[in-house]
């Protein structure tokens, strides 16, 4: 039960960390794509699947790989379809 607040808090912050991605899936496909990030697959993010998660979201965001994120990143990343 604990476990699942946890898990619950956890994902509204990822929720709106991953507001971007959040508009192109459903939030059942966004869930399951959040949780891609739970590399133990015990149910529940850590801080460090967390942080590694959003690491990978912003290594997708950053389109042209130079280590920063810019307006024309997200426009690329969103012109490839995603
Ligand atoms: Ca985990
Ligand atoms: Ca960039």
């Known amino acids: 039960m604990h476990k699942t607040v946890i898990a619950v808090s956890g994902l509204a912050i990822l929720l709106a960390a991953g ?7 459903s939030p ?3 869930i399951e794509k959040l949780f891609e990030a739970d590399a133990d ?3 529940v993010l850590t801080r460090e699947e967390f942080v590694a998660g959003l ?3 912003f290594d997708q965001l950053d389109a042209d790989h130079d280590g920063r994120v810019s307006r024309a ?3 690329a990343m969103h012109a490839q379809g995603h």
């Open 19 to 25: 507001y971007a991605l959040a508009a192109a899936h």
């Open 41 to 43: 697959k015990d149910g």
């Open 73 to 75: 990143d997200i426009e």
């Open 55 to 57: 690491s990978g979201h």
């Open 28 to 30: 059942k496909e966004h």
